[in-house]
């Protein structure tokens, strides 16, 4: 069984146990706030259960989360690819389901081709939500911010190559001057990255291993 099943069912057997009798005139909202708190748990376990979708040739297409790699593979849209790659173990009602890590569509999908556009969560996903000067890390969107590393006032661009990703203290010493004129050097040189390389800087950070021989190729 499922944890979602096994949930559902704990969350029905309390309603019953715990229901109001025809002399009560109120609920009990114990056992509903105890389902809803199971419900909770669950999704938080399941949330990072990510699955590799390849295009028919193998190429990478996108990271996709267990529930739509399910449907993908129940409706025969997608199958495993050629090589051998570990599977989750989904337990449901009528037994374990074994889903890949990786699957590969049975049939091949034009993909349009699509511009990267640097903008300010693309440069964050892009440089790891790191500074680039003191190499301190954050997910807090409002301690990081976006420098011109050859400052916009002297003629820099807002291209891939010229922004970077500063904390707030180290933008601020910085000012209008290059890296080199106040001698803070850059981790990292900024570059333009690739759709793929971007998709997964901000679709998850959790890569598994048995990913690697695809992301070879991108990343």
């Given at each position: 069984?499922?944890?979602?099943?096994?949930?559902?069912?704990?969350?029905?057997?309390?309603?019953?146990?715990?229901?109001?009798?025809?002399?009560?005139?109120?609920?009990?909202?114990?056992?509903?706030?105890?389902?809803?708190?199971?419900?909770?748990?669950?999704?938080?376990?399941?949330?990072?259960?990510?699955?590799?979708?390849?295009?028919?040739?193998?190429?990478?297409?996108?990271?996709?989360?267990?529930?739509?790699?399910?449907?993908?593979?129940?409706?025969?849209?997608?199958?495993?690819?050629?090589?051998?790659?570990?599977?989750?173990?989904?337990?449901?009602?009528?037994?374990?389901?074994?889903?890949?890590?990786?699957?590969?569509?049975?049939?091949?999908?034009?993909?349009?081709?699509?511009?990267?556009?640097?903008?300010?969560?693309?440069?964050?996903?892009?440089?790891?939500?790191?500074?680039?000067?003191?190499?301190?890390?954050?997910?807090?969107?409002?301690?990081?911010?976006?420098?011109?590393?050859?400052?916009?006032?002297?003629?820099?661009?807002?291209?891939w190559t010229n922004l970077t990703t500063a904390c707030a203290r180290c933008n601020t010493l910085k000012a209008n001057k290059t890296p080199k004129e106040c001698r803070m050097n850059l981790h990292k040189k900024p570059y333009k990255p690739t759709p793929l390389q971007v998709h997964f800087s901000r679709?998850?950070?959790?890569?598994?291993?048995?990913?690697?021989?695809?992301?070879?190729?991108?990343?």
């Open positions: 069984m499922s944890l979602q099943y096994v949930c559902l069912k704990t969350f029905h057997y309390l309603h019953i146990v715990y229901a109001p009798t025809s002399t009560q005139s109120y609920i009990n909202p114990l056992p509903m706030l105890f389902g809803m708190g199971f419900l909770f748990l669950i999704g938080e376990y399941m949330r990072d259960r990510k699955v590799l979708l390849l295009n028919a040739s193998e190429e990478i297409l996108k990271i996709i989360d267990w529930k739509r790699a399910v449907v993908l593979q129940l409706r025969g849209k997608a199958v495993a690819p050629f090589r051998k790659v570990k599977t989750y173990t989904i337990k449901g009602k009528d037994g374990d389901y074994d889903l890949p890590h990786v699957l590969m569509l049975t049939r091949y999908v034009h993909v349009p081709y699509k511009e990267n556009i640097p903008s300010r969560l693309n440069i964050f996903a892009r440089d790891k939500w790191t500074c680039q000067y003191c190499g301190k890390g954050t997910k807090n969107k409002t301690s990081l911010t976006i420098d011109h590393v050859m400052p916009k006032s002297r003629g820099g661009d807002s291209s679709a998850t950070s959790v890569i598994l291993d048995s990913w690697t021989p695809w992301l070879k190729k991108v990343c």
